[in-house]
């Protein structure tokens, strides 16, 4: 039998231990914390979606089960870290596999206690007694948001008994994806894995890319190469976009035929051990660049470049935007799709009919990860251990009257995961070739 290649995590307890730790300080002592796992979800009748853990909640616990409330009780005298999970029951380990239970959810998963989630009714309410903020991921789970309401009710209800319930109720949010802004080496190591693993992909599509093809043809290079590196996951659906789909931004039907002469957009990345990569090309179906597009390409490629060398730290997440913008402003101007003052173009936003996103996001567990942008409405510093995108594009829509029909229907958008570090930054993904003549030269290599 063939060896897998695909290797199980190795669950670092220690890594999720220091979160908790962290987060427990942030609670502060006199408060609870309760966290609830994603659910399962029906794709139809009998058949369910992959099953696909809530990103705030495997951050804080690495426990990767559905129906499952993570507790946290700073100075509870029993253990601050409470689980409520299912059971182990080995007549549905024979249709679905062994879950972890009650056991490893301490011995492996760091709880100091664990409780059936059948006993959560009985038990929680007991655990917000007293307690003066409670606080919760609000508006994830509508439904067990009300639960935690009555459960508050509740415990306010026996105030004759002298307890009292929580006075205040607080979303996790802010707590959490602060702490998930700034990535740990563990994390870090898992984003360059993701990166590494979607490089190959795109380079796999470049090589087997030929007019004649449909969309969905080359996006299954790019899902073999995943799925055959052990990501079994997509980070987001793939865009694949030949000719004008290449304009429309989120495109994902990806079932065109590809048309010599045109461009090919793929916005791809995979999931490795719950993080993402992000990776945009912009590349000939035939292999070779025409003038229009190159000059095109070119612009947008010099915009990214001068977008990246501004991710460093003490610069604020706006500047690789205004260097993008700048960068692609004089050059629409020089083209002739823009005509004025380069100042007064910039000011009056006149790049956006060909530029209309921002130059990029933070890259995290979800590929559009979470971080304030703005701190006390500023733009927020860069600091080591941020990850970010870096997307500058140009879409010519087919319908531009305005400009002259050599450019129409011809989109680009090239995209880069980066690092931000002490020194200033680490492109992720930059093994993948994005200058023109090594687009060309690698695309000859079919096979």
Known sequence: MAKSIIKK???NLKEYQSRQ???????GEGNIAVVSSASIAKRNRDVEYPFRQDSDFFYLTGFDEPDTIAVFVP???QGEYILFCRESDEKMALWTGANAGLDDAQKVYGAYDAFPIDDLRDILPGLMENKNRLYFPMGVNPDFDRQLMDWSQ????????????????ISTDHLLHEMRLIKSADEIKRMKKAAKISVEAHIRAMKNCKAGLYEYQVEAEIRHEF???GALFEAYPAIVGGGKNGCVLHYTQNDAKLNDGDLLLIDAGCEWQKYASDITRTFPVNGVF???QKALYQLVLDAQRAAIEVVKPGNHWNQPHDAAVAVLTEGLLTLGLLKGKLEKLIKEQAYKPYYMHRTGHWL????????DYKVDN??????PGMVLTVEPGLYIQPTATEVAEKWRGIGIRIEDDVLVTKKGHEVLTQALPKEVNEIEQLMAQHG
Do not use: C, T, Y
Request: charged fraction near 35%; aromatic fraction near 8%; hydrophobic fraction near 40%.
């Open 378 to 383: 500023e733009w927020r510093l860069l600091e």
């Open 9 to 11: 995590e190795a669950f």
């Open 227 to 229: 799925m055959s590196k």
């Open 364 to 371: 995290g567990m979800d590929v559009h990860d979470v971080g």
């Open 21 to 27: 730790r962290n987060f427990i300080q942030l609670i």
């Open 290 to 292: 025409n003038e229009e």
């Open 154 to 169: 509740e415990v306010r209800d026996r105030s004759r008994a002298g307890v009292s319930a929580p006075a205040e109720f």
């Open 75 to 77: 100075s509870r005298e």
